[in-house]
Nanobody, 118 residues
Framework: QVQLVESGGGLVQPGGSLRLSCAAS????????MTWVRQAPGKGLEWVSD????????SYADSVKGRFTISRDNAKNTLYLQMNKLKPEDTAVYFC???????????WGQGTLVTVSS
């Protein structure tokens, strides 16, 4: 079955960095655009970033542009999100997803919590 498993979340100080990973299985990973979506405590879903199937096209929400980098390794069936210069407002559960239109997605991972706090 299709499965997405995120890892790499944790507690980090403002200005710090984290790299999230998403291990995919059960489908031909390299054939699909992939997406990161986040949900801050008490708030709705926010689209963060997309990457095309081959990795050549990437897009970002204005709130993370210049700080976050999405990437993928199709040989390892893994999606990444490098997060730099983290801010307290980046605190959220981060989800990896496929079959998305904005933050509306068909397949979701379980999410990984990122907390940015001093």
């Amino acid at each position: 079955q299709v499965q997405l498993v995120e890892s790499g979340g944790g507690l980090v100080q403002p200005g710090g960095s984290l790299r999230l990973s998403c291990a995919a299985s059960g489908f031909t990973f390299g054939s699909y655009q992939m997406t990161w979506v986040r949900q801050a405590p008490g708030k709705g879903l926010e689209w963060v970033s997309d990457i095309s199937s081959g990795g050549g096209f990437r897009s970002y929400a204005d709130s993370v542009k210049g700080r976050f980098t999405i990437s993928r390794d199709n040989a390892k069936n893994t999606l990444y999100l490098q997060m730099n210069k983290l801010k307290p407002e980046d605190t959220a559960v981060y989800f990896c997803a496929k079959d998305c239109h904005g933050s509306s997605c068909g397949v979701w991972g379980q999410g990984t919590l990122v907390t940015v706090s001093s």
